[in-house]
């Protein structure tokens, strides 16, 4: 096995405790769901797209899955987001992870905003998420974007040495 499939594989058993690399099928349905939500509110930033591309990447999606998500339109007119989502099994028992990481994506610009907020929580309710679940998965995106900070202020108390 390489280095970067082991690398995937460890990231996907520590950040969502899977015990296999999804295939290209789910990452391309996945992915463009996480593009859809993110601009459910029709103003996907270029910092948005950059986040979730670079997830993408950075979860060992296929070269040709990344390539595509970087211009993907990820508009619900044109895709409905549930349609998309189910039509990988594995994507689709991931909907309320796509809402976790619908919120990191929206903050990417360094702000979930009201608006974004509403955004996410109609989308979510679209793939079966209710609101309240949203309200629970934000309120840990909170703690965990606090727990950061507190914790690479501790480690780098001078900023970043690259």
């Known amino acids: 096995m390489s280095t970067r499939k082991e690398g995937v594989y460890w990231i996907f ?20 769901s996480l593009l859809i939500c993110a601009n459910g509110d029709n103003e996907l930033t270029q910092a948005e797209r950059d986040w979730i591309v670079g ?12 390539e595509k998500l970087k211009t993907y339109p990820a508009d619900e007119a044109d895709e409905d987001i549930d349609s998309v989502i189910s039509r990988d099994a594995a994507a689709n ?15 990417a610009d360094g702000e979930y905003s009201s608006g974004e907020r509403e955004t996410v929580t109609k989308m979510a309710a679209k793939v079966g998420v209710d609101a309240e ?21 501790l480690l780098f108390p001078t900023g970043s040495p690259l």
């Open 55 to 66: 997830y993408a990447s950075a979860l060992g999606a296929p070269d040709q899955v990344v």
């Open 13 to 32: 058993a520590e950040r969502c405790g899977l015990n296999d690399i999804p295939g290209s099928s789910s990452y391309d349905s996945y992915m463009k």
């Open 93 to 107: 028992a991931s909907r309320r992870y796509l809402v976790y990481d619908a919120i990191r994506a929206c903050s």
């Open 133 to 153: 679940i949203v309200k629970q998965i934000e309120e840990i995106c909170t703690e965990e974007a606090k727990l950061r900070e507190k914790r690479l202020a």
